[in-house]
């Protein structure tokens, strides 16, 4: 049966007996090469990426990331994690895209860069998922019902 305390003294002695569990910590993940690599991924797009210390340059695809993705937005896109952790210009980053059209694409290699991050250094974590690039985005697109045109969209009506 349940102990009985008859006083709060007793019970914060109970308490303290009690072994606190200690927060999650999170280590550093490196393979042999000082690399750390992530998942990301955004619709039906998927972004395998690695990423290492170096002077900024980011490869996706064999391709430099102005070649790849022409848009300015989907570059911005693709530097946000460096610039919200901090660490513009200090990371190169190799990665692998396929799936999905190219505003997918960048936002898968916007998660894996950022999951990238944390693994190679768990300081940053903090500042990346305050800003919500850990959340992996489960919008994607709805499917095509029976009856219908499209998802929702049906037929055009037609009286005679």
């Known amino acids: ?84 952790a901090g660490v513009v210009g200090e990371f190169d980053v190799m990665c692998t895209v396929k799936g999905g059209g190219l505003s997918g694409q960048a936002g898968a290699v916007k998660h894996g860069i950022s999951k990238a991050l944390t693994l190679y250094e768990p300081g940053l974590r903090p500042a990346l998922k305050a800003a919500g690039f850990l959340t992996r985005d489960p919008r994607v697109v709805e499917r095509k019902k029976y009856g219908k045109a499209k998802a929702r969209r049906s037929f055009q009506f037609s009286k005679r």
């Open 1 to 84: 049966m349940a102990e009985q305390f008859s006083s709060l003294d007793e019970l914060r002695g109970a308490v303290g007996e009690v072994q606190a569990e200690e927060a999650p910590r999170y280590e550093r993940v490196r393979d042999e090469f000082g690399r750390s690599y992530a998942t990301g991924k955004r619709k039906d797009a998927v972004a395998r990426v690695w990423i290492k210390p170096g002077n900024g340059k980011v490869m996706v695809n064999g391709k430099d990331m102005g070649t790849y993705f022409a848009r300015p937005v989907l570059q911005m896109v693709i530097g946000q994690p460096f610039q919200v």
